[in-house]
């Protein structure tokens, strides 16, 4: 069962580059998440989107970009890379069902921006 | 102000000891509420979920107080694979039903 799968797992990218970020789920959740972890501050949202062709605004989404066109990936964009956006990067999905809406992580995308 | 909030730790003890850890939200329109267990350099999975009545999951129990917005995690008979961090979790409708985080809690279990 692979679940929620990230892509890469370790990138180096220097100031200024561009990179995208892919999240496949293979459960057939409605809901994808993606969230930023960095050392004292815990995850942090910084897009979601609650269906194919929808996308919102977490906490911290500037600099990033995001695009939902199939159900089962969610894509991270990061146009123009700043040393701040060094983080780990987590995407989760989750089956939204009114009252316990458990969410499956992936593995995490390790990011430095030199 | 964070709006879930956990004491960092770390939280040192030895095997087969007890340990609660605490949390407190913010934002009383909270839902759902959850134990995750982070492992170092691995992603988040989840413990347990925590209901009202409280519930209990072998050596773990969970209690949530609504009225005062406060969550805990009772760990009994610590094992040395207990060692990880503990993260609250809660969730609100109107953000897509995100998960909103504590920062976690630390713990080693030692020999």
């Known amino acids: 069962n692979a679940g929620v799968t990230q892509t890469p797992k370790f990138r180096v990218l220097k100031t200024g580059q561009s990179m995208t970020l892919l999240c496949a789920q293979d459960?057939?959740?409605?809901?994808m998440y993606w969230y930023r972890q960095d050392p004292g501050m815990g995850l942090r949202l910084i897009h979601y989107?609650?269906?194919?062709?929808?996308?919102a605004k977490g906490e911290v989404p500037d600099g990033y970009n995001v695009s939902r066109l199939k159900k089962q990936n969610f894509l991270l964009g990061l146009e123009s890379a700043a040393p701040s956006q060094t983080s780990v990067y987590f995407c989760a999905s989750s089956p939204v069902r009114q009252g316990n809406t458990e969410a499956f992580f992936g593995q995490g995308t390790r990011l430095t921006v030199v | 102000r964070k709006e879930v909030e956990q004491d960092p730790g770390p939280f040192n003890v030895p095997e087969g000891a007890t340990v609660a850890f605490n949390c407190t939200y913010s934002?009383?329109?909270?839902?759902?509420f959850f134990w995750y267990r982070q492992d170092c350099r691995k992603e988040p999975k989840l413990l347990m979920s925590v209901y009202s009545s409280g519930n209990e999951d072998g050596r773990f129990t969970a209690q949530l107080n609504r009225a005062s917005q406060y969550i805990s995690l009772l760990i009994r008979d610590s094992k040395l694979s207990d060692s990880a961090t503990y993260l609250c979790?809660?969730?609100?409708?109107?953000?897509?039903?995100?998960?909103?985080f504590g920062k976690g809690t630390s713990l080693l279990v030692t020999p």
């Open positions: 459960m057939n959740h409605e809901y």
């Open positions: 934002n009383s329109a909270s839902q759902s």
């Open positions: 979790v809660v969730n609100i409708a109107n953000s897509g039903y995100a998960l909103n």
């Open positions: 989107s609650v269906g194919e062709g929808t996308t």
